[in-house]
């Protein structure tokens, strides 16, 4: 009979020295059955190419940014956000969310504001981008970020770039837009600072009406 002291607390009969010897069995089984798995990788040799294998490589694209064609390689899955701030050095646009809800990474493709963090990279090819950075030109700011600097409407600026790429997208589109459409076309823009108020009264200044509060900063 087995000492009782061997006993598993799970049921009687069934000793830690049992379940040792079990385990080596199956420890060894196990390492037998995988051996030629092993054997294989090892002589394994990458695909050809062209052929799809354990995962996507990198690939050649350009994209039109601000007007410049910008050559580099990404991998088929990289967002047109990653290719912009790790491959091509286009920062204006800033991760916050990565979820498509911020608004922090918003760009213009052909016009239309996106978030960049939820278009690939391979998309955006034969699209005319636009970053934050389109919005100055010889040391000129655009009126739509040069009337953020001039009612404070920044705070961390993390959203900022999001904000004016929109506003002017709006702008472009309808340059005799109300204040209440210009801030209809920026609802998808967040602002974690919670600077809205000044950046009314730059919404306000820009279509050409008083401060939304009758007292903006520089107004």
Excluded: W
């Excluded at 092993?38 to 002589?43: D, P």
């Excluded at 709006?170 to 920026?186: G, Q, R, S, V």
């Excluded at 950046?199 to 509060?213: E, K, S, T």
Aim: hydrophobic share 35%; aromatic share 6%.
């Amino acid at each position: 009979m087995n000492d009782p002291r061997e006993r598993n607390k799970n049921g009687p009969g069934f000793s830690r020295r049992q379940f040792l010897r079990g385990s080596g069995v199956a420890a060894a089984s196990t390492a037998l059955a995988t051996a030629p798995a092993r054997a294989l990788a090892e002589h394994a040799v990458d695909d050809p190419p062209g052929v799809t294998g354990m995962g996507p490589g990198a690939v050649k694209i350009t994209l039109n940014i601000n007007g410049t064609d910008m050559t580099t390689s990404v991998e088929p899955r990289t967002t047109l956000l990653d290719s912009l701030r790790n491959h091509l050095d286009v920062t204006g646009c800033k991760r916050v969310c990565d979820r498509g809800t911020c608004g922090a990474c918003t760009v213009m493709a052909d016009g239309k504001p996106i978030y960049s963090c939820t278009m690939f990279a391979l998309e955006a090819q034969g699209k005319k981008i636009k970053t934050a950075e389109s919005l100055v030109s010889g040391g000129k700011l655009d009126a739509v970020p040069a009337a953020f600097v001039k009612y404070d409407a920044q705070q961390c600026g993390f959203c900022t770039p999001g904000f004016v790429v929109a506003m002017r997208a709006a702008f472009d589109k309808n340059p005799k837009a109300t204040p209440a459409e210009i801030e209809e076309a920026l609802s998808g823009n967040i602002c974690r600072c919670g600077t809205y108020q000044q950046m009314r009264d730059a919404v306000y200044a820009l279509c050409g009406q008083p401060p939304a509060n009758g007292e903006g900063k520089g107004g």
